[in-house]
């Protein structure tokens, strides 16, 4: 008998507690209205500020080095003793906006020449970034 009453006592009903899914729910919800108000840039008038001129784009100058030691400035080959010189032209040390010389090397070229080009830059303000190709 108390095998029955126990029975009894732990009937589960068939009634689903939905307090958790109205969590989710407005969750969801809040989620979609702050995405819906980002995803429209007209959504918020503001008046922005307008330059006169146009503002300077950063700039990269390509310098490459071969194996023979030779210096290109963009296509142009210069004496190596002249880099400074002919990257100071690209690198105004007036600006604000620095540009970058990026250096190409072939895979069998001297790392020294590398890295001379990298200390000039560097010495004119600008930042420096290496790659180094070829086959090998």
């Known amino acids: 008998m108390s095998l029955r009453n126990n029975r009894l006592r ?5 009634a689903v507690d939905t ?14 209205l702050m995405i819906s ?6 959504v918020i ?7 006169k001129s146009d503002t300077k784009q950063k700039q990269s100058v390509v310098v490459s080095v071969d194996k023979d030691k030779n210096i290109y400035v963009g296509s142009k080959k210069i004496i190596p003793d002249s ?3 002919v990257l100071r032209k690209y690198i105004n040390e007036g600006d604000s906006v620095k540009p970058a010389v990026v250096i190409n090397a072939d895979s069998i070229s001297q790392w020294g020449e590398i890295v001379r080009v990298m200390k000039v830059a560097r010495k004119l303000g600008a930042t420096t970034s290496a790659t180094v190709s070829g086959t090998d």
């Open 45 to 51: 008038k503001m008046s922005v500020p307008k330059a």
């Open 19 to 32: 307090g958790p899914l109205n969590d989710i729910l407005f969750i969801l919800l809040m989620f979609f």
């Open 37 to 42: 108000t980002l995803a429209n840039p007209n």
């Open 10 to 14: 732990h009937e589960h009903s068939d």
């Open 83 to 85: 880099l400074e010189s």
